[in-house]
């Protein structure tokens, strides 16, 4: 998935990715960092997220329905992640919680961010 993940930053001329690290993630971030090198400025971050999962899903949701827009045709261009981020549920077990775990680093990532972006200029 190395060379997936370094062509979709590469294709879409990323300029910024965040890669957990947990669970051999440094390795995987360090591997697509060389696959980019010269062919797109890309800052590959790595990072250690400790927190309790179903804690973070819930607590950034309602970020993620105010803030986060999809197409119309989500539910047919992206069946998979339609499935999971319509099926979560705050309690009990989630066999796929993947889709909506990424979507709340996005949130995790864009609260965080613009916190330290309004301290550091004192807002917007």
């Known amino acids: 998935t190395e060379n997936a993940v370094a062509n979709q930053l590469i294709n879409n ?8 690290r947990n669970n051999g993630g440094r390795s ?3 591997s697509v960092r060389d696959k980019i090198q010269g062919k797109v400025a890309c800052a590959v971050e790595d ?3 400790g927190n309790n999962k179903e804690a973070r ?3 950034n949701s309602y970020w993620i329905e105010q803030h986060v827009r999809l197409p119309n045709d989500w539910r047919t261009r992206f069946p998979e992640y339609y499935q999971a ?4 549920q705050r309690e009990g077990k989630n066999k796929h919680d ?3 775990d990424a979507t709340t680093g996005i949130a995790e990532t864009m609260t965080t961010r ?3 972006l ?3 200029k004192g807002g917007f």
Do not use: L
């Open 98 to 100: 993947d889709a909506p």
């Open 28 to 30: 995987f971030a360090r």
């Open 85 to 88: 981020m319509t099926t979560y």
């Open 57 to 59: 899903i819930y607590s």
């Open 13 to 20: 001329r990323v300029n910024a990715s965040r890669i957990e």
């Open 47 to 49: 990072f250690f997220q």
């Open 114 to 116: 613009k916190a330290k």
């Open 118 to 120: 309004k301290s550091f």
